[in-house]
């Protein structure tokens, strides 16, 4: 689990054994508190924003990456309405990484389709 974020998965069925065709369990991402703290005390934006940056974008999956990557954007756009500007700097220079991201994602795999046909 990264350290940036928290990820709870919720279900009905917690604590349940499932069959194997039961859909994946939703999951809400979360700040973590200590990361919510360093943003605001003034660490330094540039090192903070590649730091997250790197966590953020650091991951596995299988299939396509854009769910994972819009999911963790929508983490990053909480961070627009807050009331430090300092923060809101760093939502706003992460959330164009993660787009660019997003679309470089998009890109690849049309451009792995594409190798298909």
Request: net charge negative; hydrophobic share 40%.
């Amino acid at each position: 689990m990264p350290l940036f974020i928290r990820i709870r998965e919720t279900s009905e069925h917690d604590g349940v054994l499932l069959p194997l065709e039961e859909p994946p369990r939703p999951r809400e991402y979360q700040w973590h508190p200590h990361t919510l703290i360093l943003l605001e005390e003034g660490v330094v934006a540039g090192d903070i924003t590649s730091s997250i940056c790197s966590n953020l974008l650091t991951f596995g999956s299988t299939g396509s990456q854009v769910p994972y990557l819009e999911e963790r954007k929508r983490i990053v756009e909480d961070l627009t309405a807050a009331e430090n500007p300092r923060l809101v700097h760093v939502a706003r220079e992460l959330i164009e990484i993660i787009d660019r991201a997003i679309e470089r994602e998009r890109r690849a795999e049309i451009n792995h389709t594409a190798e298909f046909m």
